[in-house]
């Protein structure tokens, strides 16, 4: 079965600094991996999906994602965080090959300090 | 366009009633999938419908249901309601059933269960 893990339950960074939120998988075949995030009281949003086609993937919002097969890993990252990039993120798998059945990851609070 | 419809957006049950959830898609979309979030469990797979026919379940009772209409209109419903089923709920649609299909998500249907 298909698994993610998120190495942080909560980011904290200042307005203007970095952000690296990491994520580690673990898959049977080649994975179809997303970043989804979730602002309070509100559903889910894509930032970015990687199907094989380039190992950094770009997303909305400045957010982009490096695919690295070797070590597992779909960390996300911008090079400049904003106050309102604080949300919740989740690092999600596909785990059916045939549908639409998402695996999501125990999710990443991000904090972003003024 | 519109995006995917939930409704009602929040709903207080008693314990051992049963109650009904309803999901629009997105317009043209013939995959609905449908997630529980919990503080506790985090985001989980309930089942997921695409062109009227259940294609993957996830691992829930058999108190928890579904099915699609024919326009991909999607219900779920949750029979002798517990009070652990006190959930955010979560819609998706998608316009294939395939692995790397993007899922839009609704805002949800925050039940609760006293």
């Known amino acids: 079965a298909q698994s993610v893990t998120q190495l942080d339950s909560h980011v904290s960074v200042s307005e203007g600094t970095p952000v690296l939120l990491r994520c580690n998988y673990s898959?049977?075949?080649?994975?179809?991996l997303f970043w989804y995030v979730q602002h309070p009281n509100k559903g889910l949003q894509l930032l970015l999906k990687y199907t094989s086609a380039a190992t950094l993937v770009k997303g909305i919002n400045g957010f982009e994602a490096e695919f690295k097969k070797s070590e597992t890993s779909f960390h996300l990252t911008k090079p400049s965080a904003h106050m309102s990039d604080a949300a919740e993120y989740f690092c999600v798998v596909s785990e059916s090959e045939y549908g639409n059945k998402l695996v999501f990851g125990a999710g990443t609070i991000l904090r972003v300090k003024s | 366009k519109a995006g995917v419809t939930q409704t009602p957006r929040y709903l207080i049950k008693t314990r051992g009633q049963q109650v009904t959830l309803s999901c629009s898609p997105i317009?043209?979309?013939?995959?609905v999938s449908w997630y529980q979030q919990t503080p506790g469990q985090g985001l989980q797979f309930l089942f997921e419908y695409f062109s009227e026919t259940q294609r993957n379940k996830g691992n829930f009772p058999g108190r928890f249901s579904g099915r699609q209409f024919s326009n991909s209109r999607s219900e779920m419903n949750v029979s002798t309601l517990e009070l652990g089923d006190s959930a955010l709920y979560l819609c998706a649609s998608s316009f294939w059933a395939g692995a790397n299909t993007e899922a839009f998500f609704g805002q949800g249907t925050r039940l609760t269960v006293v």
């Open positions: 898959s049977s075949y080649s994975p179809s």
């Open positions: 317009s043209g979309h013939r995959s």
